[in-house]
Nanobody, 123 residues
């Protein structure tokens, strides 16, 4: 089993920045793909960004491209999401996910999930 714990969420004004982190423990594999998803109240969980084990391939959702940056530190078993130029519509619970294979952008393709961290962007 893999345990994922997100941190770093909070309240920020529109236009501001925030970095959320996800620490993995348990039977981790540095070759796993990692991703961030988010879920706003009353909406489905949606893909945000994903990164391969060595960072050589990265996907972003169109809505965050150019504003968000995903990165990982395999020595620390941690993946990050740097969020800049935040908008009220970015308000959601942000979840990290782990997959024992190549990149994917669909929720059902990921094997392990964290509990999420709340990000609230005020206007």
């Amino acid at each position: 089993q893999v345990q994922l714990v997100e941190s770093g969420g909070g309240l920020v004004q529109a236009g501001g920045s925030l970095r959320v982190s996800c620490a993995a423990s348990g039977r981790t594999f540095t070759t796993s793909a990692k991703a961030w998803f988010r879920q706003a109240p009353g909406k489905k969980r949606e893909f945000v960004a994903a990164i391969t084990w060595n960072g050589d391939n990265i996907y972003y959702a169109t809505s965050v491209k150019g504003r968000f940056t995903i990165s990982r530190d395999n020595a620390k078993n941690t993946v990050y999401l740097q969020m800049n130029s935040l908008k009220p519509e970015d308000t959601a619970v942000y979840y990290c996910a782990d997959r024992r294979s190549s990149l994917a952008t669909t929720r059902d393709d990921y094997d392990y999930w964290g509990q999420g961290t709340q990000v609230t962007v005020s206007s």
